[in-house]
Structures are given as C-alpha cells and as structure tokens.
C-alpha cells in the first residue's frame, strides 16, 4: 500500500451467515494508527464483509438495484474528495442561471438610467427660444436628438420587458425544478437492514424520518429500534434480542480496557468478545454469539 492514507472506497468480499460467497462489495478502508494497518468497514450497502480489500480493478457484483454499493459511490467518492454532492451540484447551477438573468436585468436597468439622462437633456434642448429665433441648425439637431430619443426609449422598453417576461419564466422553470429534486430527494429511499444474522427485513430511514409512508408497506420503520452499541437496527421480530423499553437478554456493551489494553464487547447474557480495537470486530463477534445460541436453542430461534 501506498504512503498516501486518505480513507477510499476499494473492493471487498462478503459472505452469508452460511460462510458462503456473497460477491463483491464496495468498503471504505482508512488507516488506523492503532494497530497501524489499515481496516475496512461493512460493505456500503449494509452487509458485512470480509476484513481486507480485494484486489484493484475486481468487478463489483453489488449493483443494479437502489440501496446497492455501485448505487451510493458516487456520493461516497465526493465525500472522500470534498467534493459537492450531485444535489449540492445541480442546486448551484440553478442559483447561477439565477444570478445570470439577475445580471442581464442590472444591464437593461443601466440602460434606462442612461435614457432617462437622455431624455433630461432632450427636455433641456426644448427650452431654448421660439423656432423664429432658434438657429436652422440648432433646430434640426434637436428634432434628430427628439426623434432618437423617441426610437431608445421604444428598444430599450421593448428588451426591458424582454428581459422582465424571461426572468418570470426562467424563474417558474427554475423553482419547479428545485422543487422537483427536493421532492426526489425526500422520496428516494435509504435502506437499513436488520443487524441479527440471516434476517433479510429492512426498512426505508428516509421515510421514517421524513414521516411519510413508504413505497412498500413492508419498508415501514415502525417498531424498529436503533441499537445505539451496534450503531445499526433490529427489526420487529428480533428486537426482543436487544429489548426496546427493558434490557434484552443480548443487548451487549462495551467494557473498555484500561492503560491502552483492547476493548472486549460483554453481552447481557455474560459473553464476552475477543479483545477489539474497533466497534466492527465486536458486532461480528457478537453476531456469531447470536448463531451459537440460536443453534444450541432451536426452540427459540427467531
């Protein structure tokens, strides 16, 4: 690996709780300075996956489909650059076709100062002497200068309004289509599975959050709980593993080590994990807890 240790997305394998080949994923690998090694996380698409990337250039089989690892690089990507998200992106060019026409009317504004200068001086012209006594000359200057007043005053009116009729439309377009990617935005979905192992349920967060229903109603967050320890969710039917209004028979917690010893993650039910240094470690230990006691229980598997 390169000396470069800027966090980025790389290739990873993932497997089913059955220990079998799940494909290949995307993972955000950063270097940790304990224990000086670089680490990768769950797979961007929520599974868990296999510590370690694969190699460069590996094709990733997650994709095709909304809430997949292919689905979230490009917003993954810009966040790793410091870039601007594609919403932030399209939400500035608006403002700048915005700030364009503002621009063209602060011209045309600036044209009709100019005239009304014009037309002052126009007016001024007329104050001389009666025509008997007003030089030739001097009077057909002031019929030209009367004539082309008249003759700005129409262009400049005409594009003044031009200009006013393509702001209010231009402007209706614009906010329609800010409008539109907002309701967009709001109505595209952000899943979150389950965390006990082999449940495939998952609910939409963008829909809970936002307080409306979800495409389908089997995306409906209620009755999920976050599991603040696993920083992930348990649905309905396993969240009795955890508990929601009293302590789980397996809700675990973290017991921290002391004088820069490792973590190890102690569940209720007095399990504790191999020592960790990072939460990722302890919730897949914890999710093979979960196997061993389901498996030494049939009768209360889940």
């Known amino acids: 690996m ?3 240790r800027r966090s980025r997305l790389v290739p990873v394998a993932c497997v089913t709780v059955h220990g079998e080949p799940d494909g290949a994923h995307l993972a955000l690998m950063r270097w940790m300075d304990i224990p000086q090694d670089w680490v990768t996380g769950s797979a961007l698409c929520g599974r868990s996956a296999e510590q370690g990337a694969l190699p460069e250039g590996t094709h ?3 994709r095709g489909f909304e809430g997949s690892c292919e689905s979230y690089r490009d917003s993954y990507q810009r966040a790793l650059e410091g870039r601007p998200t594609a919403q932030e992106e399209l939400v500035n ?11 063209d009317l602060d011209v045309y504004r600036k044209e009709v100062l100019a005239l009304r200068d014009e037309l002052e001086r126009v007016a001024y012209d007329r104050t001389w ?3 008997r006594t007003l030089p030739a000359d001097v009077r057909r200057e002031v019929e030209r200068a009367q ?5 700005q005053i129409q262009a400049i009116t005409a594009q003044f309004r031009a200009a006013c009729g393509r702001w209010d439309s231009e402007r209706q377009r614009l906010t329609t289509e800010l409008e539109a990617q ?9 899943l979150r599975r389950c965390l006990y192992p082999g449940c495939a349920a998952e609910f939409d967060m963008n829909a809970t959050a936002c307080g409306r229903e979800p495409a389908r109603p089997s995306l409906s967050g209620k009755g999920w709980v976050h599991v603040r320890q696993l920083g992930g969710y348990m649905c309905p039917a396993h969240v009795g593993v955890v508990g929601n209004a009293a302590v789980g028979p397996h809700l675990p917690k973290w017991k921290h080590g002391e004088n820069s010893s490792p973590s190890v993650f102690r569940c ?3 399990w504790d994990s191999p020592p960790a240094r990072w939460r990722g470690f302890g919730v897949e230990a914890w999710k093979d807890h979960l196997l061993t006691v389901a498996e030494s229980t049939p009768d209360r598997q889940s």
């Open 2 to 4: 390169s000396a470069d």
């Open 60 to 62: 990733i089989t997650c």
């Open 129 to 131: 002497p009666l025509d």
């Open 147 to 151: 004539a082309a007043g008249e003759q």
């Open 182 to 190: 907002d309701t967009a935005r709001r109505a595209t979905p952000i």
């Open 93 to 103: 060019g608006l403002r700048a076709g915005l700030d364009r026409l503002g621009g």
């Open 268 to 270: 209720h039910c007095g």
